[in-house]
């Protein structure tokens, strides 16, 4: 068998020695697990592709986008009319490939496999279409805001396949997003780019008018009430994401291998980040 692992910590800074997990109906669905202390929660759902649906201290909003027009979605709904899930989301790139075969693992249900004081572990079923199954364990660290995400796959098919993690996390708009840039080799003009949707091929570059992109000393501030585009790309520095939203700092930390090329066609990005007005 072959195996592949992920490991992510997401973080909403602001303690307790007491976690707890307990399973409860959110939005809909009936599997879904609370992880929570005296800081913060998170709610992850196992019926649609093991997304997390909510993570907010105790006192403070909720940092995760929902749209309550999916509520109770399941599977057969996705299938019957393809839709963008919201909340915290994980996928297997590149889409190319994947889009047409991942539905099982994307929006598909997840078992239990182990739950802790302060975490759970889910696994999915079988996806023959993608060769794999998926494990991902969530984790609240006691005492903090926490939250570990490590995932893993293990290869159930004949042959040979080649995916990367993709992890896509959808916040409510109205922030902004710090990412530190390369200050040296960078790949942009500028260290950041757009993408604009064009036939036969997608167009990718800098534009230096878009009021929602400021450089302050190689860190990349993103503010979506400015931003004219929907999706950017930056020659990240390292695996670090930093939201400001409200008075939080939502921090998204990554493990990312900077002398290699990802698998964006032309681009080669490690840090993407996209924009839909009003929503996320």
């Known amino acids: 068998m072959n195996y592949c692992i992920m490991l992510i910590s997401l973080f909403l800074i ?4 007491v976690a707890q997990v307990e399973k409860m109906t959110f939005r809909g669905w009936q599997n879904c697990y609370r992880i929570w202390n005296s800081v913060a929660e ?9 997304r997390v649906l909510s993570y907010k201290l105790h006192k403070g909003p909720d940092v995760i ?42 929006f598909g249900n ?11 572990t889910i696994i999915s079923k079988p996806d023959t279409a993608l060769g794999l199954i998926t494990t991902r364990t969530f984790a609240l660290w006691p005492g903090t805001s ?3 995400v490590r995932q893993s796959w293990e290869n159930i098919s004949r042959d040979t396949v080649e995916y990367a993690y993709w992890s896509r996390t959808l916040v409510n708009a109205g922030g902004r997003l710090i990412v530190p840039l390369k200050s040296q080799g960078r790949t942009l003009t500028g260290g950041w780019g757009r993408y604009e949707w064009s036939e036969p091929k997608n167009k990718f570059g800098t534009d230096t008018s878009d009021s929602g992109i400021e450089i302050l000393n190689d860190l990349l501030v993103f503010n979506t009430s400015l931003a004219t585009n929907e999706k950017y790309g930056a020659d990240a520095r390292e695996g670090l994401m930093v939201y400001s939203f409200g008075s939080l700092f939502f921090v998204k ?16 990005l490690a840090c993407i980040f996209y924009l839909r007005k009003n929503q996320f």
Not at 67 to 93: I, S
């Open 146 to 148: 926490k939250l570990s």
């Open 65 to 106: 986008y929902s749209n309550p027009k999916l509520n109770g979605k399941l599977l057969a709904d996705y299938q019957n009319e393809k839709f963008d899930p919201d909340g915290g989301r994980f996928d297997y790139t590149p889409e190319s490939v994947t889009r047409q075969i991942h539905d099982q693992t994307w």
């Open 14 to 17: 602001n303690v307790s020695l």
């Open 42 to 50: 998170v709610v992850v759902d196992t019926e649609t592709g093991g």
């Open 110 to 120: 997840y078992n239990i496999s182990a739950i802790t004081d302060s975490s759970i």
């Open 253 to 268: 930390k990554y493990h990312i291998y900077p002398h290699l090329k990802y698998v964006e066609e032309d681009f080669g």
